[in-house]
């Protein structure tokens, strides 16, 4: 922590494609971290490798955050505006001896790793340069000089001590031929000048802590604490990717999932508080500890972020659904309805339906009106029903469809008076109303619906009917 006792996290994303589902938890826990300590979380965009790194990504990733609601106290920061800081510390580390130049050219260091590698040796650089001398020119990388014997040794929150043999490490490079600085170097010297006290990332980065160690010393920079969440795999226990299914936030996003349900499946990967499945904001803020966070990677489920999000969908706020829905009801080329019309159509078909994709998709009679299929309308439109449909129509063609009490109790005295049983009218007006087979309660459709609509699509079955009749 800083001297005022101030806990500051961050997360550091690369650009270079959108935010990947093991980036989002990690940014998650790193969030979660700083707010539960009531410190700060930084954001910073490493994104000095011109070649893959686009603005593009940035903005995506950016956009991701958002939508998750990991708010960032700082940033975002861009390694890419910071070159002459890590330009000036790798001229302080060569004033000091703890860097040199080399010359060796990418094909004289690969015919020394086969030969090292035929030898049954380790394929590390061999410190040629390290003695030279030399200063800057075509070509030439600046490497680290670093200790041959001893270990190199850092606590991890989740890990515990991790020790490696200073000989298994190699004079890494710290500047390339092309002047751009290496991730191990940027990475250590923005950690220390933003102050950061907990680096919570990957344990993909665990081989890479002890080459940033060995710079935070040499720099006389303080070690942060470290914490290596595990990594997250797909159902065959390999590392999760696209054959997996969709592994970005922002294809979960555009499939209709809501960022809390994404938040709350993606915490409770490799972190848990007793049995407990759901969790508000709030308490996840007052419960996570990175301390209780496993060590053994955890398996992507998407059955229960399904299950989730269902849950979310369930109990969510309707109106909040309602002004997330239009944006799926264009993609379609569905006409967008006023507020309040979407807001109905959530109330009856939510409790059916697991993403806000799966709403329009379930209940898309509400929003286009199209005739039944063919075989839908042969199966449940029969003749015999010509009378009921008449009468039906007559009784409630004047009414207010959303006065359900008045809408029931029409439906009843047509069946009394008519002796047939519910079931034999309800299916066959389920179709005429939504063209399928399975729908919310005939009185939840006819309410929402409204008069118009649904008496326009009953007049359409009862012309078919009649049509029938008059061939038979």
Known sequence: MMKDGTVRTRFAPSPTGYLHIGGARTALFSWLHARHEGGAFILRVEDTDAQRSTKESSLQILKAMEWLGLEWDEGPIYQSQRLDIYRSYVQKLLDEGKAYWCECTPEELEAKRK????KGEKPKYDLT???????????????????SSGFTSFDDMIKGRISVD???????????????????????????????????????????TPRQVLIYEALQFDLP???HVPMILGSD????????????????????YLPEALVNYLVRLSWSHGDQ??????????LFDIRDVGKSAAVFNPEKLLWLNHHYIKTGDPDR????????????????PDHSYIRRVI??????????????????????????????????????????????????????????????????????????????????????????????????????????????????????????????
């Not at 030969?115 to 035929?118: G, N």
């Not at 004079?171 to 092309?178: E, G, K, N």
């Not at 009856?348 to 509400?366: A, H, Q």
């Open 321 to 336: 659904l309602a002004r997330l829905l239009p944006d799926f009801l264009t993609a379609r080329g569905y006409p967008v």
């Open 277 to 286: 499945e759901i969790f508000s904001r709030q308490e996840l803020i007052d």
């Open 225 to 227: 604490c470290f914490a």
């Open 237 to 256: 226990k390999t590392r999760l990717s696209k054959r997996h299914g969709a592994t970005s936030v922002t294809a979960y996003k555009d499939m209709g």
């Open 347 to 472: 109330v009856d078909v939510r409790e059916r339906t697991k993403t806000l994709e799966e709403i329009v998709d379930f209940g898309d009679f509400y929003f286009i009106d199209r005739e039944p299929p063919a075989e839908l309308k042969e199966s449940f439109f029969k003749p015999e029903l010509l009378q009921p449909f008449r009468m039906l129509i007559e009784r409630i063609e004047n009414l207010d469809l959303s006065e359900k009490t008045a809408v029931e109790g029409a439906v009843k005295s047509l069946l009394d008076e008519t002796g047939i049983k519910f079931k034999v009218l309800a299916q066959p007006m389920r179709v005429a109303l939504t063209g399928k087979t399975v729908s919310p309660g005939i009185f939840e459709v006819l309410a929402t619906l409204g008069t118009e609509r649904a008496v326009g699509r009953l007049k359409r079955a009862l012309a078919y009917m009649e049509q029938k009749s008059e061939n038979t």
């Open 166 to 208: 200073n000989a298994e490490l190699d004079d890494f490079i710290l500047l390339r031929s092309d002047g751009m600085p290496t991730y191990n170097l940027v990475v250590v010297i923005d950690d220390a000048l933003m102050n950061i006290t907990h680096v919570i990332r990957g344990d993909d980065h665990v081989n890479n």
């Open 115 to 118: 030969t090292a590698l035929e």
């Open 129 to 147: 340069c390290r003695s030279k001398g030399l200063g800057p020119g075509p070509g030439r990388v600046v490497r680290m000089a670093l200790p």
